[in-house]
T-cell receptor, first 111, second 117 residues
Framework: ETGVTQTPRHLVMGMTNKKSLKCEQHLGHNAMYWYKQSAKKPLELMFVYSLEERVENNSVPSRFSPECPNSSHLFLHLHTLQPEDSALYLC??????????FGPGTRLTVL | AQSVAQPEDQVNVAEGNPLTVKCTYSVSGNPYLFWYVQYPNRGLQFLLKYITGDNLVKGSYGFEAEFNKSQTSFHLKKPSALVSDSALYFCAVRDEHSGAGSYQLTFGKGTKLSVIP
């Protein structure tokens, strides 16, 4: 788990706030992912970056904005979120499309 | 399209007994199959994968999984369960024909394993 780190681990924000989630991978991988995990729902893939280019965008609302400045770092910028966006946000990385390694997640609560 | 099903929301097993967590899949080509485990308030940890080769795959923490093409299954097994194995287990699949550079894994809903002392 130390291969992929996420900050912050917990975040509480109001619907009018702007915040960012950060992910860093220390595994030398070339692909990074954002997932949303809500209670009693399957893991939802949000975004995929390969070699710093976005290759998947699964119909995610524009209030979520990803950024991948290099192959080791991934951000998820949040603005004007809704209470239903409260969830565990997981970052992962992989080499090509091999097995993915996950970070510990950010527990997000939107008030 | 690719899909995966974990038919049991919860599995209870006594410590020391063998455990099985079930997974079935659907893909148009050959499957790439994965098992992950998630402990409370943690991310998913990779356990094992099947790409090709032997149908019995061995992974971390004494877990193994058997690929059965005719039954389109990839059940996770362990000969002797430990209390510390109690966690949420996810099966995932990717279709080898999902396209070059396709990164999308489809995950099951997860099975909660409880090992009773």
């Amino acid at each position: 788990e130390t291969g992929v780190t996420q900050t912050p681990r917990h975040l509480v924000m109001g619907m009018t706030n702007k915040k960012s989630l950060k992910c860093e991978q220390h595994l030398g991988h070339n692909a990074m992912y954002w997932y949303k995990q809500s209670a009693k729902k399957p893991l939802e893939l949000m975004f995929v970056y390969s070699l710093e280019e976005r290759v998947e965008n699964n119909s995610v609302p524009s209030r979520f904005s990803p950024e991948c400045p290099n192959s080791s770092h991934l951000f998820l910028h949040l603005h004007t979120l809704q209470p239903e966006d409260s969830a565990l946000y997981l970052c992962a990385s992989s080499q090509e499309s091999g097995e993915q390694f996950f970070g510990p997640g950010t527990r997000l609560t939107v008030l | 399209a690719q899909s995966v099903a974990q038919p049991e929301d919860q599995v209870n097993v006594a410590e020391g007994n063998p455990l099985t967590v079930k997974c079935t899949y659907s893909v148009s080509g050959n499957p790439y199959l994965f098992w992950y485990v998630q402990y409370p308030n943690r991310g998913l940890q990779f356990l094992l994968k099947y790409i090709t080769g032997d149908n019995l795959v061995k992974g971390s923490y004494g877990f193994e999984a058997e690929f059965n093409k005719s039954q389109t299954s990839f059940h996770l097994k362990k000969p002797s369960a430990l209390v510390s194995d109690s966690a949420l287990y996810f099966c995932a699949v990717r279709d080898e024909h999902s396209g070059a550079g396709s990164y999308q894994l489809t995950f099951g809903k997860g099975t909660k394993l409880s090992v009773i002392p």
